[in-house]
Nanobody, 119 residues
Framework: QVQLVDSGGGLVQAGGSLRLSCAAS????????MGWYRQAPGKQRELVAD???????NYVDSVKGRFTISRDNAKNTVYLQMNSLKPEDTAVYYC?????????????WGQGTQVTVSS
């Protein structure tokens, strides 16, 4: 079992920055992929960015060049640095972790943190 605690959301003006943190209750060495999803009102949850245990990153096109995902294995924490924020980035952001165990994949979620970008 892995517990994830999201933090760092808030209200910011367009063009501003925020850094989200996701602290895991266990070592993240064994977590194959960690990432951030977001869900805006009336929309489906979408992947924003993820990072593998080997450090390979992946971003949705709408955030490329603005967001950076990173992981600190010593602190069991994953970060999402969000720059040049836009009103359309407004959503609840959820940390996500996937652990491959044999033929199964165990998926874990944080509680979510609200990001609101005003125009």
């Amino acid at each position: 079992q892995v517990q994830l605690v999201d933090s760092g959301g808030g209200l910011v003006q367009a063009g501003g920055s925020l850094r989200l943190s996701c602290a895991a209750s266990a070592s993240i060495f064994g977590i194959n992929v960690m990432g951030w999803y977001r869900q805006a009102p009336g929309k489906q949850r979408e992947l924003v960015a993820d990072i593998t245990s080997g450090g390979t990153t992946n971003y949705v096109d709408s955030v490329k060049g603005r967001f950076t995902i990173s992981r600190d294995n010593a602190k069991n924490t994953v970060y999402l640095q969000m720059n040049s924020l836009k009103p359309e980035d407004t959503a609840v952001y959820y940390c996500h972790a996937a652990v491959v165990t044999g033929i199964d994949v165990d998926v874990y979620w944080g509680q979510g943190t609200q990001v609101t970008v005003s125009s």
